[in-house]
């Protein structure tokens, strides 16, 4: 039974740059949250997407967006890079409902020079 | 709002020692509580849960954790901490009206031989 992927392992980019980052969820599992770690921080929770759509989102601004398609895999893609968007992308997947528990990739480290 | 405080940033113990590391939580009714282990560079594996019942909670690799309401806190312990325990410990609360997950800034566990 396949865990949470996620694809590119590191990704290096430069400021202004766009950049995005791919997830595959557990088998079975049809909602995808995506999570932001600085270093030395937890996890900071960007958005969640369930049916294809956003249906919460967390303090990040518009540059942040993603897509989740019907196989429930899902992109986070970032635009305009800043040198504080260096950090742990990590993917969560989960069933739908209330309460849950979130199953974590590995995650992509991106770096922004 | 939400928030969620780990107080100690490192914890140094003996293998065969004792371990508890802390969390606090602020939120007004029920939480759902979770506590897991990252290893560097990787992602998050999650130790234990606690949604209701018994206060209690046991987990993997011999974890337990307790909650306690009118403490508003939910301390990872273990009775004798083995060298592979050495990592960075995560404490993440939800509740119902939300799908968001608000992490504590984590405690590194350093283990000596």
């Known amino acids: 039974d396949a865990g949470v992927t996620q694809s590119p392992t590191h990704l290096i980019k430069t400021r202004g740059q766009q950049v995005t980052l791919r997830c595959s969820p557990k088998?079975?599992?049809?909602?995808v949250s995506w999570y932001q770690q600085a270093l030395g921080q937890g996890p900071q929770f960007i958005f969640q997407y369930y049916e294809e759509e956003e249906r919460q989102r967390g303090n990040f601004p518009d540059r942040f967006s993603g897509h989740q398609f019907p196989n429930y895999s899902s992109e986070l893609n970032v635009n305009a890079l800043l040198l504080g968007d260096s950090a742990l992308y990590l993917c969560a997947s989960s069933f739908p409902g209330l309460p849950n528990e979130q199953f974590f990739g590995p995650g992509t480290r991106l770096t922004v020079l | 709002a939400q928030s969620v405080t780990q107080p100690d940033i490192h914890i140094t113990v003996s293998e065969g020692a004792s371990l508890e590391l802390r969390c606090n939580y602020s939120?007004?009714?029920?939480?759902?509580l979770f506590w897991y282990v990252q290893s560097p560079g990787q992602g998050l594996q999650l130790l234990l849960k606690y949604f209701s019942g018994d206060t209690l909670v046991q987990g993997i690799k011999g974890f337990e954790a307790e909650f306690k309401r009118s403490q508003s806190s939910f301390n990872l312990r273990k009775p004798s901490v083995h060298w592979s325990d050495a990592a960075e410990y995560f404490c993440?609360?939800?509740?119902?009206?939300?799908?968001?997950?608000?992490f504590g800034t984590g405690t590194r566990l350093k283990v000596l031989a």
């Open positions: 993440a609360v939800g509740h119902s009206g939300t799908y968001k997950y608000i």
């Open positions: 939120y007004g009714a029920t939480p759902y």
């Open positions: 088998s079975g599992h049809d909602t």
